[in-house]
């Protein structure tokens, strides 16, 4: 059959009257979410459009990142873990996202970012309290960053809500311990506001859940869950240092930083230590 036109007629039966409906964009509030992209550049810059979409969309993956941890570490203090590797595994593709992004990015030249860099002034990554947030759910606490939110007792409250709690790594080792593995007591009530340290005891419990996963399934799957997290995590964590790079070179970061050296750093910090640790042993009887 052909057409002269190009055109497809509507259904009958598709709605259109939707004064005073829900509608897609009244569902989605896509009029404040599409009137958010406000270029501050003056004359206005071609690609600070890109600047700030990109960061909006990463912002947007970590809220659902954060509403999937936060749920997934109910679900483990209630022993659900069906529960918890359902949201985990959204978690690393939402993750993969993020990292895939970086591309996009990259597209952007480190000329035509220097047009707008100053227009950005202290601003930085660094103040993200969704990207604080998650790092404090996944057990990377620190007070001091408390600080920077000073100057917004809401986003505070917030951040200091994650600080005080277990983190997704505490609440593994709870899991772990209610369920005959041999997790020393001093890790399953401590002060969790501070990073959890690196604990030699708890390498022969992982060894015995990797070297007999078969018996230890759902235990062995968790930790393999975390490990998942972590590595994809770290990447999103190098291609930023890398991007980041390519189109500031070595200047110091908006947020006062050193800039890529301080993003450096980052890439030796660890979640769950001793997940890694344990591989060292496995097989050496
Ligand atoms: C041209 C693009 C970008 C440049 C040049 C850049 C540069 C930097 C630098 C230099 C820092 C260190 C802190 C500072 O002194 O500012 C930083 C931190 C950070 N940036 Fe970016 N960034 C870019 C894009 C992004 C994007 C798209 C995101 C996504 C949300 C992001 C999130 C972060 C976060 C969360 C931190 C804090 C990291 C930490 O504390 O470990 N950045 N960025
Ligand atoms: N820290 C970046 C500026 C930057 O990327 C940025 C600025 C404002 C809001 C978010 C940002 N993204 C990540 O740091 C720089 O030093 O150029």
Redesign the pocket.
């Known amino acids: 059959m052909t057409s002269d036109t190009n055109e497809r007629a509507l259904e009958t039966g598709i709605h259109t009257d939707l004064a005073g409906r829900m509608s897609y964009g009244g569902y989605l509030r896509l009029d404040r979410l599409l009137d958010a992209q406000q270029p501050v550049s003056d004359p206005p810059e071609h690609d600070e459009m890109l600047?700030i979409v990109?960061?909006q969309v990463?912002?947007l993956w970590?809220k659902l990142i954060i509403h999937e941890l936060k749920a997934a570490i109910v679900h483990l203090r209630a022993d659900d873990l069906g529960a918890c590797q359902k949201g985990f595994a959204r978690c690393k593709q939402v993750l993969r996202q993020l990292t895939e992004m970086w591309s996009v990015?990259e597209t952007?030249t480190p000329a035509d970012?220097m047009k707008f860099r100053d227009t950005l002034g202290p601003s930085?990554?660094?103040q993200?309290l969704q990207?604080r947030e998650m790092e404090f759910l996944l057990g990377n606490k620190n007070a001091g960053m408390l600080q920077v939110f000073a100057h917004d007792p809401a986003a505070e409250a917030t951040l200091r809500a994650a600080l005080e709690g277990p983190s997704l790594y505490d609440e593994a080792l709870r899991y772990l311990a209610r369920h005959g593995h041999d997790v020393p007591a001093h890790l399953l009530e401590r002060d969790w506001t501070r990073s959890h340290v690196s604990d030699p005891a708890l390498l022969p419990v992982l060894e015995r859940i990797y070297e007999e996963s078969g018996e230890n399934w759902q235990a062995y799957h968790l930790c393999e869950d975390l490990v998942d997290l972590e590595s994809q995590f770290q990447l999103w964590?190098f291609r930023?240092m890398r991007?980041?790079m390519r189109?500031?070179g070595f200047k110091?970061?908006?947020?006062?930083?050193?800039?890529?050296d301080?993003?450096k750093k980052?890439l030796d910090l660890t979640f769950f230590p001793e997940l890694f640790e344990v591989r060292t042993r496995i097989g050496m009887g």
């Not at 110091?252 to 800039?259: F, K, V």
């Open positions: 600047f990109q960061h990463s912002e970590l990015l952007l970012y930085s990554g660094f993200s990207y964590r930023h991007t980041v189109i500031i110091r970061g908006t947020g006062g930083s050193s800039g890529v301080f993003l980052a």
